[in-house]
């Protein structure tokens, strides 16, 4: 009688224990099927996003640029030494001065587009004092303006952001200010390089 006892006792517990386990097992069930959830554990297993700039151009009539970005991919960064980094301020303070901080931005792009080509120096300082044929290629570099510049702040945010990753030159190697400049000088830009855009006083060139 005892034995018939202990086993209807042991039955009763398994069938409760049973069912708590079930109603764990739909509940859990029902928590990982959440919307919520799903959103949780995708935004858990998804890969960083990384984000960056890229640029946006429209030209308007006046054959301006209007430089506007969207965000992407994490850009790299750009490490100088303490030295090329001053040449890289001077020079472009010396170049675009006068210019907005997409100008000033660019004048450095074109720097470093020079660094990275192989047709180029390696170094900032080396390509800002080239000289190709005799003729300076960063004028104010010899005529003395380099050397008596101020750098403002509006220069160093624009070169900053270029050593962070923003390049909005379209892979520009020359500039130049068909203003200012000879027309011998810019009949051999127009003759032998691809226009790439206008901005500012500047026209950029590949």
């Known amino acids: 009688m005892y034995k018939k006892y202990i086993l209807a006792l ?8 049973m069912a708590i386990i079930n109603i764990t097992a739909l509940k859990v069930n029902h928590i990982l099927t959440t919307p919520a959830f799903l ?21 308007v009539s006046s054959g301006q640029r209007i430089i506007g970005y ?22 472009v303070e010396a170049e675009a001065g006068g210019e907005d901080i997409e100008g000033r931005m660019l004048v450095a ?3 470093l587009n020079r660094v990275a080509d192989e047709r180029f120096p390696d170094t900032v300082k080396e390509v800002v004092f080239q000289r190709e044929h005799g003729v300076a290629q960063f004028s104010p570099a010899y005529s003395g303006r380099y050397d008596r510049v101020v750098v403002s702040e509006d220069t160093i945010e ?16 020359f500039f130049a200010s068909r203003k200012h400049a000879g027309s011998d000088k810019m009949r051999w830009f127009d003759e032998h390089l691809t226009f790439l855009f206008s901005h500012g006083g500047h026209e950029f060139f590949h």
Request: hydrophobic share 45%; proline share 4%.
């Open 10 to 17: 042991v039955l009763f517990n398994l069938i409760i224990v």
């Open 39 to 59: 959103l949780n554990m995708e935004k858990t297993l998804a890969p960083p996003v990384q984000t960056s700039y890229e640029k946006l151009n429209e030209t």
């Open 70 to 91: 969207i965000l992407l991919e994490q850009p790299e960064k750009i490490t100088l030494s303490e030295e090329d980094y001053e040449v890289l301020l001077r020079i």
């Open 109 to 111: 792009n074109v720097v």
């Open 158 to 173: 624009a070169v900053d952001r270029v050593l962070a990753g923003e390049d909005i030159s379209e892979g520009a190697l």
